[in-house]
């Protein structure tokens, strides 16, 4: 089962503006990690946010996480056109002792319009 | 370049025939992962291996599919008597467990398609 909830799941933004993704998540993690697909390509990863950590940036990416509220957020600012892709929150949690893989949300599909 | 890699990157198969699909991963990383990810969908965890041992293994995974890794190295995943249902992209991850969690770095995956 998919944990993770991407919000939209669809958006659409002029090149230069920024993007915000949403992502909510059920159950207790060891941390949460954003992915980005290119159509035809395989998932790069962008950032891994710890559950002890509240906000990480890395160049133009910006990650929040809430794990009182289970939520997460990603920020792209001045959107670019390689920026179109699909976006994913992805949650590592441990049960039993073991890893259980992470847990992928069906994404958000950005679109940067030139 | 030195990421992970799967072979083939596309197989079409006719219902009931055996696939095995290999994933070299990053050599120095200690994990491997599969996951299976359909149209519109998020990747789903399939199973993982810590070196040679296969450690977790999802309810998707039905006992028609098997995956190894000898000696901790590349994997290979098995799919035997295939169903329409398996069509998928089938993704490859590697990973050096750390102490708070890892970054999981993908493969290109393999696109099954079931005839």
């Known amino acids: 089962s998919q944990q993770g909830e991407e919000d939209p799941q669809a958006l659409s933004i002029q090149e230069g503006e920024n993007a915000t993704m949403n992502c909510s998540y059920k159950t207790s993690i060891n941390n949460l990690q954003w992915y980005r697909q290119n159509s035809g390509r395989g998932l790069v990863h962008l950032i891994l946010?710890?559950?002890?950590?509240r906000e990480k940036h890395s160049g133009r990416l910006r990650v929040t996480l809430d794990t009182s509220k289970k939520s997460s957020s990603l920020l792209i600012t001045a959107s670019r056109a390689a920026d179109t892709a699909s976006y994913f929150c992805?949650?590592?949690?441990?049960?039993?002792?073991?890893?259980?893989?992470?847990?992928f949300g069906k994404g958000t599909h950005l679109i940067i319009q030139p | 370049d030195t990421g992970v890699s799967q072979d083939p990157r596309h197989k079409i198969t006719k219902r009931g025939q055996n696939v095995t699909f290999r994933c070299d991963p990053i050599s120095e990383h200690n994990r491997l992962y599969w996951y299976r990810q359909t149209l519109g969908q998020g990747p789903e965890f399939l199973t993982y291996?810590?070196?040679?041992?296969?450690?977790?293994k999802s309810r998707l995974l039905s006992d028609r599919f098997s995956a190894e890794r000898p000696k901790g190295s590349f994997s290979t995943l098995e799919i035997q008597r295939t169903e329409q249902g398996d069509s998928a992209m089938y993704l490859c991850?590697?990973?050096?467990?750390?102490?708070?969690?890892?970054?999981?770095?993908f493969g290109p995956g393999t696109r099954l398609t079931v005839t």
């Open positions: 992805a949650t590592d949690s441990y049960s039993g002792g073991g890893a259980d893989g992470l847990t």
């Open positions: 291996f810590q070196n040679e041992a296969q450690l977790e």
């Open positions: 991850a590697s990973s050096l467990v750390g102490l708070q969690g890892d970054e999981q770095y």
């Open positions: 946010i710890r559950s002890n950590e």
